[in-house]
């Protein structure tokens, strides 16, 4: 799965995080053929690069987008404005005035003082309404900061219709990177009481936004075992709800659905190199193996927080393997790949070594700091199918 993006790394001379644009193609295809009749929209915080953004725009793609900035960057990689939605339920008068003005009439929303925002900026537009998740069987929840319970789901919507707003719709996200197929049947469940609950009111929504959190296949967890989700449960799960919410309103329910790192954490690498291997006696009198690499938290890795990361080492394939601690290369002691971790890494690996970092696509240009301790943002590039044909497969 990795060879288009194996050869571009083995072409770059210098850190870089590569993209491997085809691979995104065969994703975002791979995805609509699995959920037929539901709308992607890239959530473009995920990897905010317009080449990406680009590539996903030509495949119909559209995009949730989370401020002003995200929806200009949207727009002049070719998204139309149609198919582009405010999806952060966070938004200051500011921002809503400014998206409006974009030309944006889709927003998410979660409490009925945004509502009254919304409406005083952006009369008239389409509001759909968050509704809270557990998070359960994620690995970054997103429950607490997003959304609302059903009953208030009713609440914000019927606000949104006597504020002269048309009330479009739900969503949910069900966290993310979230391996379980339970968690999406709980969500569909959940929409079904509150489109019932609206129907009483009679307030008929045209579409549910489905969220992110399906997950990427080639990531690892902080000790380093593999993250196998069940994705052909997940969609089985997905297909069957979405069928049942939509008989259930009478075959008139759109839908939509806004992934993130499914689509672009498999197809982005990062050819870093080694900072030193070195072996140290601690306070406590262990000794230790670390292995420093030239990016870590503050420059493309930062979701070590939950992941770790498929490392290879091109120029030692074979030899004696140590247990090592994977660390980044700044001065914050939280610049690792997890210290009650062990990494087996090369014995003989040298500093300036190349390192690939494979399946770290997602959320990697967007957490990039701006030089944290002076080691630059990682630039990035991208590879097209015809430049990884004439490259060389190590
Ligand atoms: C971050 C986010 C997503 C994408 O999440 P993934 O887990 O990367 O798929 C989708 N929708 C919203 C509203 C988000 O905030």
């Given amino acids: 799965m990795y060879e288009r993006l194996r050869s571009a790394l083995a072409a770059a001379a210098d850190d870089q995080i590569i993209f491997d644009l085809p691979g995104i193609e065969d994703q975002y295809d791979a995805l609509v053929r699995e959920l037929p009749g539901v709308a992607v929209r890239f959530a473009m915080k995920a990897c905010a690069v317009d080449e990406v953004l680009a590539c996903l725009a030509r495949r119909g793609a559209g995009v949730d987008a989370a401020s002003p900035n995200e929806i200009e960057q949207a727009l002049l990689a070719g998204v139309p404005v149609t198919q582009i939605h405010y999806g952060n339920t966070v938004k200051s008068d500011l921002n809503i005035a400014a998206a409006y003005r974009l030309g944006v009439r889709d927003f998410a929303t979660d409490s009925v003082e945004d509502v009254w925002a919304i409406a005083a900026l952006a009369p008239g537009a389409r509001v759909f309404c968050r509704v809270a998740t557990s998070g359960d069987g994620a690995l970054w929840r997103l429950s607490d900061k997003f959304g609302c319970s059903g009953a208030d789901a009713v609440v914000v919507l019927t606000a949104a219709r006597d504020a002269g707003l ?21 969500a569909f469940e959940d929409l079904g009481a509150v489109l019932a609950a609206l129907r009483e009111r009679g307030i008929a929504v045209d579409h549910v936004n489905l969220g992110g959190g399906l997950p990427a296949a080639g990531c690892l967890d902080r000790s380093g075992r593999p993250l196998t989700a069940p994705m052909d ?30 689509l672009v954490a498999d197809h982005g690498a990062i050819r870093a190199h080694v900072a030193r291997l070195t072996r140290r006696e601690l306070r ?46 700044t001065c914050d002691s939280d610049d690792t790949f997890g210290s009650e971790h062990r990494v087996l890494v090369p014995g003989a690996v040298r500093s300036g070594d190349p390192v690939w970092v494979l399946s770290c696509g997602a959320y990697a240009t967007s957490y990039l700091t701006q030089g944290f301790n002076g080691f630059d943002p990682l630039p990035y590039t991208t590879v097209r199918g015809e430049l990884a044909a004439a490259g060389a497969t190590p």
């Fill in 166 to 186: 048309v009330p479009s719709g739900l969503s949910v996200h069900v966290g993310s990177q979230q391996m379980t197929a339970a968690a999406w049947r709980t």
């Fill in 233 to 262: 449960e997940i969609f089985g799960a997905i297909r069957a709800g979405t069928r049942r919410l939509r008989d259930a309103a009478g075959g008139n329910l759109g839908f939509l659905i806004e992934p993130g790192r499914h």
């Fill in 284 to 329: 406590s009198g262990e000794r230790q193996h670390w292995l420093y690499l030239s990016c870590g938290k503050f420059n493309g890795l930062y979701e070590t927080d939950q992941l770790g990361y498929r490392l290879e080492f091109p120029s030692h394939r074979g030899g004696a393997l140590v247990a090592a601690v994977v660390a980044g290369p």
